[in-house]
């Protein structure tokens, strides 16, 4: 199973505003969201942890308190690469543009979701050919999320639609998006 993780709550989900890879640790709600899910996740045995380098997806990650599981920090499993869109309140987004799955830059400077796709296909790849029946734990972000999402449910038709709250917890079953 690969359970995925949203980080916990930071300022910027309470603003509604866009994140990226700025640096933004978690606020005390984040936090008690960390320790309560690191609580709902205590009697499952993780095979290896797979968690974004940006510093609430780390905090979160630690938060949960899981000792002695193999972690690796992987580049492709960070948020969105937002860059000059950092701060923007998401009302201002036009989400069939942000979520469009054939762009790989948006709005100028913007990854756009196709390159999340990408990334994403990538290590659920790696995960599903090394770790077949192990248990995984990938702790990232929202737009990440919705990549997982759609790679297990590749007939969704408005991914934007998909939200992932701060440390809820998503389940997939690897082979769910076999033929």
Same mark, same amino acid.
């Given at each position: ?29 984040? #936090?008690?969201?960390?320790? &309560?899910?690191? +609580?709902?996740? !205590?009697?499952?045995?993780? @095979? ?68 999340? #796709?990408?990334?994403?296909? &990538?290590?659920? +790849?790696?995960? !599903?050919?090394?770790?077949? @029946? ?46």
């Amino acid at each position: 199973m690969i359970y995925v993780i949203r980080h916990g709550q930071v300022d910027t989900n309470i603003k509604n505003q866009i994140n990226g890879w700025n640096e933004e640790i978690l606020n005390d709600i984040g #936090i008690k969201q960390a320790i &309560s899910v690191g +609580e709902q996740l !205590k009697n499952i045995k993780f @095979d290896v942890i797979f968690c974004s380098p940006l510093l609430r997806a780390k905090q979160t990650y630690n938060y949960l308190n899981i000792k002695n599981v193999p972690t690796i920090y992987d580049d492709r499993i960070k948020e969105r690469n937002s860059n000059s869109m950092v701060g923007t309140s998401v009302q201002l987004l036009n989400k069939d543009i942000w979520y469009d799955p054939t762009k790989n830059m948006i709005y100028e400077d913007s990854e756009g979701f196709k390159s999340i #796709i990408n990334r994403v296909t &990538s290590i659920l +790849e790696e995960i !599903k050919r090394d770790y077949q @029946d192990k248990n995984i734990l990938i702790v990232t972000h929202g737009d990440v999320c919705k990549a997982i999402y759609l790679y297990f449910h590749p007939d969704t038709r408005y991914i934007r639609k998909f939200e992932q709250n701060n440390c809820e917890v998503v389940a997939y079953r690897l082979g769910d998006n076999d033929e």
